[in-house]
């Protein structure tokens, strides 16, 4: 079983920055595609953007531009640095690790864009 521990969230005001971290109990090479999910109030779970084994990343339309996935290999964890934060960006986040026959989620972090 593998566990992803995520942490840097919190309180924010509107045009600041933010970042979130997701660290696996496992290489991060074992994944194919990892990626930053956010839910918030009476929405749908959304995609934010992903990152490949390959280092390749795609983001929602919303966040290009103002957010940006890492990775640090040796740290077995990924990264989504968001900047420029507006109020709709308030949510839960959650990343997402998958495997071909398998995916794994982090438990959650709050980000609150307010002044």
């Known amino acids: 079983q593998v566990q992803l521990v995520e942490s840097g969230g919190g309180l924010v005001q509107p045009g600041g920055s933010l970042r979130l971290s997701c660290a696996a109990s496992?290489?991060?090479?074992?994944?194919?595609?990892m990626g930053w999910y956010r839910q918030a109030p009476g929405k749908q779970r959304e995609l934010v953007g992903i990152?490949?084994?390959?280092?390749?990343?795609n983001y929602a339309g919303s966040v290009k531009g103002r957010f940006t996935i890492s990775r640090d290999n040796a740290k077995n964890t990924v990264y989504l640095q968001m900047s420029s934060l507006k109020p709709e960006d308030t949510a839960v986040y959650y990343c997402?690790?998958?495997?071909?026959?398998?995916?794994?989620w982090g438990q959650g972090t709050q980000v609150t864009v307010s002044s």
């Open positions: 990152i490949t084994t390959g280092g390749n990343t």
């Open positions: 496992a290489s991060i090479f074992t994944f194919y595609a």
């Open positions: 997402n690790f998958k495997r071909t026959y398998e995916e794994y």
